[in-house]
Nanobody
Framework: QVQLVESGGGLVQAGGSLRLSCAAS??????MGWFRQAPGKEREFVAS???????YYSDSVKGRFTISRDNAKNTVYLQMNSLKPEDTAVYYC?????????????????WGQGTQVTVSS
């Protein structure tokens, strides 16, 4: 049975940092990604990584967020620096059976439960 378990969310002041983790169990996935959803908005792409190392970022987080993965631990991370109030959202980990350049929410095979990130001004 596949499970994606996220951790690392919380409350932080603007300019601060948080690190999210997503541990996958049950199988490995060639593409892993992070999405976020703020109240009243659609789920939006944040970052993705393919097991070859190819990485994509949304323009809104480029230069501030870093995605990485530890294939031995089957875990993907999202290091978030210079956080802004507009980064406040529930962050979701997504896993894909295929390779996507980059992935979309619609073709995710599995989702994590979500973790709340709140950035205060």
């Amino acid at each position: 049975q596949v499970q994606l378990v996220e951790s690392g969310g919380g409350l932080v002041q603007a300019g601060g940092s948080l690190r999210l983790s997503c541990a996958a169990s049950g199988r490995t996935f060639p593409t892993m990604g992070w999405f976020r959803q703020a109240p009243g908005k659609e789920r939006e792409f944040v970052a993705s990584i393919i097991w070859s190392g190819m990485i994509y970022y949304s323009d809104s987080v480029k230069g501030r967020f870093t995605i990485s993965r530890d294939n031995a631990k089957n875990t993907v991370y999202l290091q978030m620096n210079s956080l802004k109030p507009e980064d406040t959202a529930v962050y979701y980990c997504a896993a894909y059976s295929g390779i996507y350049y980059p992935p979309t929410a619609g073709n995710a095979d599995y989702w994590g439960q979500g973790t709340q990130v709140t950035v205060s001004s």
